[in-house]
């Protein structure tokens, strides 16, 4: 069997010898160059860019009617494009019709020789050659009708043929793209659990990050924590926190827990570097805060213990500024706390703003201020704070108190004989 290819030369071959016109025609325009374009032009739908290659196309390509023009398939092809014009539906529609014209036609040229055959039998009267002559037309018509409807019957055949192979093709295409899609489907679902994962990680790694930081904050807590009711806050970068306070940002700061004992009362310092309430931009704010304890059950409530705050001068003079206050055992800054830590309450104009914005200031060195705060829990007397604070922190806290307890027993004494000596004259007065 023929290809299609094979089938559609062989037709218009044959279309020549049919009468159809396939002869080049001399281009209409050709000294007409600026409106080559006319209508009456069959490359008008071709564009050129001169007149030599517009001739150039139409002499070596020309347009030609369909060979099926006789049977409704009126469209001019050029011979280039005759494959693709025979897989039309209408070429392939005229092409049945033409078909079954051929058919008609084959039967009715065998039913012309029967006849024939049947009226030349009982009348001898026509001449041999005339008989002959007219059975060898009808057959050569025969056979050329044959021809053409086997190459017909090919070309569809071959039509048929690639019909089905486009289809299975397309069939093949549809069951690969409905796969990909399911592989995309499952993709996107593989990527999306993966996400999610990923998020489950983040955040769990989130939540390590911040417990490792509490242990780390509550590890240092511990190894800076003072079990004696005093506590030294060492505050760096204070030039960073004035900035911040002044601006709104951290208007406070608290300084880490320290203990009265190992199970007392829990504590801390709140200091705000701009001031707090009235004492804004004109004092620091230095507050003393109650935190909640593991102990606190079993403690006696209110606090009511004495507060001493002291800014260590750095410059050895033993200027220090020193402030104290007894708690108001009726507000709820000295109950039991019920949350993490109550409302802090203490010296709102602790120190001068001026006193430490100055460039040689004594209580500001490198950037750091230190802090100390002295619980009283042994009502130790006020004249012997100034004492206490002078002592040199680097000695063992029970060294310092032995050095408190003497310093306070030789203040005694020496008021005692000084109140001894002026006692004669004071009767010697009376009398």
Same mark, same amino acid.
Request: with cysteine.
């Given at each position: 069997m023929k290809p299609h290819n094979a089938v559609a030369s062989?037709?218009? %071959?044959?279309?020549?010898? /049919?009468?159809?016109?396939?002869?080049?025609?001399?281009?209409p325009h050709q000294q007409q160059? =600026?409106? !080559?374009?006319?209508?009456?032009?069959?490359? $008008?739908?071709? @564009?050129?860019?001169? +007149?030599?290659?517009?001739?150039?196309v139409s002499s070596t390509d020309p347009l030609i009617p369909c060979v099926l023009a006789h049977w409704g398939c009126r469209d001019k092809i050029r011979r280039s494009e005759v494959h693709e014009h025979c897989?039309?539906?209408?070429?392939?529609? *005229?092409?049945? +019709? *033409?078909?079954?014209?051929?058919?008609?036609?084959? !039967?009715?040229?065998?039913? #012309?020789?029967?006849?024939?055959?049947?009226?030349?039998?009982?009348? @001898?009267?026509?001449? %041999?050659?005339?008989?002959?002559?007219?059975?060898?037309?009808?057959?050569?018509?025969?056979?050329? +009708?044959?021809?053409?409807?086997?190459?017909?019957?090919?070309?569809?055949?071959?039509?048929?043929?690639?019909?089905?192979? /486009?289809?299975?093709?397309?069939?093949?295409?549809? /069951? =690969?793209?409905?796969?990909? *899609?399911q592989e $995309?489907?499952?993709?996107?679902?593989?990527?999306?659990?993966?996400?999610?994962?990923?998020?489950?990680?983040?955040?769990?790694? %989130?939540?390590?990050? !911040?417990?490792?930081?509490?242990?780390?904050?509550?590890?240092?807590?511990?190894?800076?924590?003072?079990?004696?009711?005093?506590?030294?806050?060492?505050?760096?970068?204070?030039?960073?926190?004035k900035i911040s306070a002044e601006s709104g940002r951290q208007p406070s700061i608290y300084s880490p827990p320290f203990y009265s004992s190992f199970?007392?009362?829990?504590?801390?310092?709140?200091?705000?570097? #701009?001031?707090?309430?009235l004492a804004r931009s004109t004092?620091? =704010?230095?507050?003393?805060?109650?935190?909640?304890g593991e102990y606190d059950a079993i403690l006696k409530w209110p606090f009511h213990f004495k507060v001493t705050f002291c800014l260590f001068d750095q410059s050895g003079q033993q200027r220090h500024i020193i402030d104290s206050f007894r708690p108001d055992v009726k507000s709820d800054s000295f109950q039991m706390p019920k949350t993490s830590m109550n409302v802090a309450s203490g010296i709102p104009k602790f120190c001068p703003l001026p006193m430490l914005m100055q460039d040689e200031n004594n209580?500001?060195?490198?950037?750091?201020?230190?802090?100390? *705060?002295?619980v009283d829990f042994g009502e130790i007397p006020k004249m012997i704070l100034p004492y206490t604070l002078s002592l040199n922190i680097g000695l063992p806290d029970y060294v310092q108190k032995h050095m408190i307890k003497t310093e306070i027993e030789r203040r005694n004494q020496?008021?005692?004989?000084?109140?001894?000596? #002026? +006692?004669?004259?004071?009767?010697?007065?009376?009398?």
């Open positions: 062989n037709v218009y %071959d044959n279309a020549q010898e /049919s009468g159809y016109e396939t002869q080049e025609k001399p281009h160059a =600026s409106v !080559h374009t006319s209508d009456d032009c069959d490359n $008008k739908k071709r @564009k050129c860019s001169s +007149l030599e290659e517009h001739t150039f897989l039309t539906k209408l070429h392939q529609n *005229c092409l049945l +019709l *033409c078909i079954h014209h051929y058919v008609l036609t084959i !039967h009715a040229g065998m039913n #012309n020789i029967q006849i024939s055959a049947d009226r030349s039998k009982p009348t @001898k009267t026509d001449s %041999d050659l005339s008989y002959t002559e007219s059975i060898s037309d009808l057959y050569e018509q025969n056979t050329q +009708l044959y021809e053409t409807l086997t190459i017909l019957t090919g070309g569809i055949q071959t039509l048929m043929q690639d019909a089905t192979r /486009s289809t299975n093709d397309f069939a093949y295409l549809t /069951s =690969s793209v409905n796969q990909y *899609c $995309k489907v499952k993709l996107q679902q593989a990527v999306e659990e993966q996400g999610v994962q990923l998020r489950n990680i983040q955040m769990n790694q %989130d939540i390590i990050q !911040h417990e490792l930081t509490l242990a780390k904050q509550t590890m240092n807590n511990s190894q800076q924590a003072n079990y004696d009711g005093t506590f030294i806050w060492k505050i760096t970068d204070v030039a960073k926190l199970n007392g009362y829990k504590m801390c310092m709140r200091l705000y570097l #701009n001031g707090d309430g004092h620091i =704010s230095l507050f003393f805060v109650l935190m909640r209580y500001i060195k490198s950037d750091t201020m230190f802090i100390k *705060c002295i020496l008021s005692s004989q000084s109140q001894t000596i #002026n +006692l004669p004259s004071t009767f010697q007065s009376c009398a």
